[in-house]
């Protein structure tokens, strides 16, 4: 690569040059534990953009003298890791310092024969798999293949490791170095990062490429050159919050003119269409929920529609999924629910489930009582059977308590008359 990238130039070499994750890379931690003993495992590294994932598998490989081999599952296929693994297999004798190391980047993009493909290497200890993602492995990964492999989840870069990434850069790099630039505030460029390490130091050589040598970038200037209308945001990053929390609250007042008055500020601030989006997705079923449970499909849908059009015309679903959930009843009782619920786990702990229950797919497990007297619903007259589902512990604990919206009073009264008939019936 002649001319590559800043953040490829600076791309840490070792683990003590690494930034953030240090859940992962502190002494003792698992990914140190790994490169000290030089016992690397098959993996999974979980996590957003821009957050070390492909820099910490070179760092394992370089670190435990592992050959390296790295493909994209956006471009590669069965073929090539087919060639990968009979080479590694075939090899084996060359790879003196043990398995080579298969680093597949987007893993959640191969296919089910794909992923099925992996599992022989693995299994074998022909290779060592690490995969990164920045989907739930749970929902992408085969059940085989994850069941093989350790899942370490990365985070968004906190805004302290950002600023060091940025001075290493002002300072270590020599293209950006010899500038002389100074950044005495880069809250403003930590803030559009929003986490992510590799578009910070896109955003720096953007600066690099426009000022003047020796410059020195306030925010006002910063956003001059990078060409955003984002009003500068203090250091506490008030603002932005400010400006998130005044938009829900709106919404969960049913106040759609403020709501879309503070949808617009954001807007206009710059702020990324997909964290409203996701604010919004929470809002529904949060402060809309049972009481319109419509809400929820609406945010997703909206999110979907945002992420496919992206701005400026991103503003229209998102105007009128924030008008909707406005105008909608509002009901919190599913998330009082499940805090309830949460709360009653932490003191209780896991109560044995009622065997009545238990599911029984042995023999032994029938013998045993499992699954005896259960009642099926749908047997029974609106598929409400007169039975206790809690544990004996907690018989007539409530954690749902219906909201006062006309569906929820609806719904709740239906299942109410349903089991008073059950008891009455089995009198």
Same mark, same amino acid.
């Given at each position: 690569?002649?001319?590559?990238?800043?953040?490829?130039?600076?791309?840490?070499?070792?683990?003590?040059?690494?930034?953030?994750?240090?859940?992962?890379?502190?002494?003792?931690?698992?990914?140190?534990?790994?490169? @000290?003993?030089?016992?690397?495992?098959?993996?999974?590294?979980?996590?957003?953009?821009?957050?070390?994932?492909?820099?910490?598998?070179?760092?394992?490989?370089?670190?435990?003298?592992?050959?390296?081999?790295?493909?994209?599952?956006?471009?590669?296929?069965?073929?090539?890791?087919?060639?990968?693994?009979?080479?590694?297999?075939?090899?084996?004798?060359?790879?003196?310092?043990?398995?080579?190391?298969?680093?597949?980047?987007?893993?959640?993009?191969?296919?089910?024969?794909?992923?099925?493909?992996?599992?022989?290497?693995?299994? @074998?200890?022909?290779?060592?798999?690490?995969?990164?993602?920045?989907?739930?492995?749970?929902?992408?990964?085969?059940?085989?293949?994850?069941?093989?492999?350790?899942?370490?989840?990365? *985070?968004? &870069?906190?805004?302290?490791?950002?600023?060091?990434?940025?001075?290493?850069?002002?300072?270590?790099?020599?293209?950006?170095?010899? &500038?002389?630039?100074?950044?005495?505030?880069?809250?403003?460029?930590?803030?559009?990062?929003?986490?992510?390490?590799?578009?910070?130091?896109?955003?720096?050589?953007?600066?690099?490429?426009?000022?003047?040598?020796?410059?020195?970038?306030?925010?006002?200037?910063?956003?001059?050159?990078?060409?955003?209308?984002?009003?500068?945001?203090?250091?506490?990053?008030?603002?932005?919050?400010? &400006?998130?929390?005044?938009?829900?609250?709106?919404?969960?007042?049913?106040?759609?003119?403020?709501?879309?008055?503070?949808?617009?500020?954001?807007?206009?601030?710059?702020?990324?269409? &997909?964290?409203?989006?996701?604010?919004?997705?929470?809002?529904?079923?949060?402060?809309?929920?049972?009481?319109?449970?419509?809400?929820?499909?609406?945010?997703?849908?909206?999110?979907?529609?945002?992420?496919?059009?992206?701005?400026?015309?991103?503003?229209?679903?998102?105007?009128?999924?924030?008008?909707?959930?406005?105008?909608?009843?509002?009901?919190?009782?599913?998330?009082?629910?499940?805090?309830?619920?949460?709360?009653?786990?932490?003191?209780?702990?896991?109560?044995?489930?009622?065997? *009545?229950?238990?599911?029984?797919?042995?023999?032994?497990?029938?013998?045993?009582?499992?699954?005896?007297?259960?009642?099926?619903?749908?047997?029974?007259?609106?598929?409400?059977?007169?039975?206790?589902?809690?544990?004996?512990?907690?018989?007539?604990?409530?954690?749902?308590?219906?909201?006062?919206?006309?569906?929820?009073?609806?719904?709740?009264? @239906?299942?109410? @008359?349903?089991?008073?008939?059950?008891?009455?019936?089995?009198?």
């Amino acid at each position: 690569m002649n001319n590559p990238p800043l953040a490829e130039r600076l791309r840490p070499k070792s683990l003590e040059e690494f930034v953030g994750q240090e859940h992962l890379t502190a002494p003792g931690k698992p990914i140190e534990y790994m490169i @000290r003993t030089g016992q690397p495992v098959s993996m999974i590294l979980w996590g957003p953009p821009g957050s070390g994932k492909t820099t910490l598998a070179e760092i394992i490989a370089r670190s435990c003298q592992r050959t390296f081999f790295s493909i994209s599952a956006v471009s590669a296929g069965l073929r090539d890791v087919r060639e990968i693994l009979d080479r590694a297999a075939n090899e084996r004798g060359i790879f003196s310092a043990g398995a080579p190391i298969l680093f597949i980047d987007e893993i959640h993009r191969f296919n089910k024969t794909q992923q099925d493909g992996l599992l022989h290497g693995v299994e @074998r200890g022909h290779i060592v798999l690490i995969g990164a993602t920045t989907e739930n492995p749970s929902f992408e990964i085969n059940k085989a293949l994850l069941s093989r492999m350790h899942v370490y989840v990365l *985070h968004a &870069l906190e805004p302290d490791h950002l600023k060091k990434l940025l001075a290493r850069a002002l300072a270590h790099d020599q293209k950006i170095a010899s &500038l002389g630039l100074k950044i005495p505030d880069a809250e403003v460029l930590v803030r559009m990062a929003d986490g992510d390490g590799r578009k910070l130091l896109s955003l720096l050589e953007i600066l690099a490429m426009n000022a003047v040598p020796g410059e020195t970038l306030t925010p006002e200037r910063c956003l001059e050159i990078l060409q955003r209308k984002t009003p500068y945001h203090d250091k506490t990053g008030e603002d932005h919050y400010n &400006l998130i929390s005044a938009f829900i609250k709106s919404v969960r007042n049913s106040d759609a003119d403020a709501a879309v008055y503070y949808l617009a500020r954001m807007l206009d601030a710059g702020e990324d269409p &997909l964290f409203i989006c996701r604010r919004l997705i929470i809002l529904a079923a949060e402060d809309v929920g049972l009481a319109n449970p419509t809400g929820l499909v609406m945010a997703n849908s909206t999110f979907e529609a945002v992420e496919k059009i992206g701005m400026p015309e991103a503003r229209i679903p998102l105007s009128m999924c924030t008008i909707y959930l406005a105008q909608s009843p509002k009901s919190n009782s599913a998330y009082t629910a499940i805090n309830a619920a949460l709360a009653e786990v932490a003191q209780s702990g896991q109560l044995p489930v009622p065997i *009545h229950l238990r599911n029984a797919p042995t023999q032994l497990m029938k013998d045993l009582g499992y699954g005896k007297e259960y009642k099926y619903s749908h047997n029974y007259q609106g598929s409400v059977a007169d039975q206790e589902c809690l544990p004996d512990q907690l018989i007539g604990k409530k954690f749902y308590k219906p909201g006062t919206n006309e569906r929820e009073q609806q719904s709740a009264s @239906r299942v109410e @008359r349903l089991k008073a008939a059950a008891r009455e019936k089995k009198e």
